[in-house]
T-cell receptor
Framework: NAGVTQTPKFQVLKTGQSMTLQCAQD?????MSWYRQDPGMGLRLIHY???????DQGEVPNGYNVSRSTTEDFPLRLLSAAPSQTSVYFC????????????????FGAGSRLTVL | SQQGEEDPQALSIQEGENATMNCSYK?????LQWYRQNSGRGLVHLIL?????REKHSGRLRVTLDTSKKSSSLLITASRAADTASYFC????????????FGQGTELSVKP
């Protein structure tokens, strides 16, 4: 099993350019999410999806769009990149939320390092 | 805002010593999880403790949870150089659709 696959691993953009970070999982996980990791800030949730066709905002959604047309894929789009979006981005997935008795353990991808000049 | 606050931010010890990391959080939780991140890699789940549990063990890992103080600690016993990594706590809170909120992490360095 590949788990969670993110592409590209590295990307350099100029301010104002657009791009899409790809995320795919082969574990049939219903829940997928995007985090960004910045020094001293830990991981912050950008967007998440509880299933195909359903997405919602996390803590820091501004400047990012997502869609979930299939269970496997959850791309993150930057429509007009800004230097403040320089970060390492992680995609993570898990099984369906099982509520109070569940264990919402995330499986992470290896990360995508984005630099916006 | 961050749910989990970790202490210390950085910890340097010698091989064979024990390492203790602490995590405090703000709201009621379903469970609290600890993850490890090696340099340049993604996070890997280590251990989960539920809100009705006080202590849990897994190999050289010991996690405690004090819901009255809204805090948790991760103890790594007999540390090895290979334990060098960043460690994050993450809280799974009530009525949040299973979203995990991460702390800022503790950077552990174990010197041979």
């Amino acid at each position: 099993n590949a788990g969670v696959t993110q592409t590209p691993k590295f990307q350099v953009l100029k301010t104002g350019q657009s791009m899409t970070l790809q995320c795919a999982q082969d574990m049939n996980h219903e829940y997928m999410s995007w985090y960004r990791q910045d020094p001293g800030m830990g991981l912050r949730l950008i967007h998440y999806s509880v299933g195909a066709g359903i997405t919602d905002q996390g803590e820091v959604p501004n400047g990012y769009n997502v869609s979930r047309s299939t269970t496997e894929d959850f791309p993150l789009r930057l429509l007009s990149a800004a230097p403040s979006q320089t970060s390492v981005y992680f995609c993570a997935s898990r099984e369906k939320d099982r509520g109070i008795s569940g264990a919402n353990v995330l499986t992470f991808g290896a990360g995508s390092r984005l630099t916006v000049l | 805002s961050q749910q989990g606050e970790e202490d210390p931010q950085a910890l340097s010890i010698q091989e064979g010593e024990n390492a203790t990391m602490n995590c405090s959080y703000k709201t009621s939780i379903n469970n609290l999880q600890w993850y490890r991140q090696n340099s340049g890699r993604g996070l890997v789940h280590l251990i989960l403790i539920r809100s009705n549990e006080r202590e849990k063990h897994s190999g050289r890992l010991r996690v405690t949870l004090d819901t009255s103080k809204k805090s948790s600690s991760l103890l790594i016993t007999a540390s090895r150089a290979a334990d060098t990594a960043s460690y994050f706590c993450a809280t799974d809170t009530y009525n949040q659709g299973g979203k995990l909120i991460f702390g800022q992490g503790t950077e552990l360095s174990v010197k041979p």
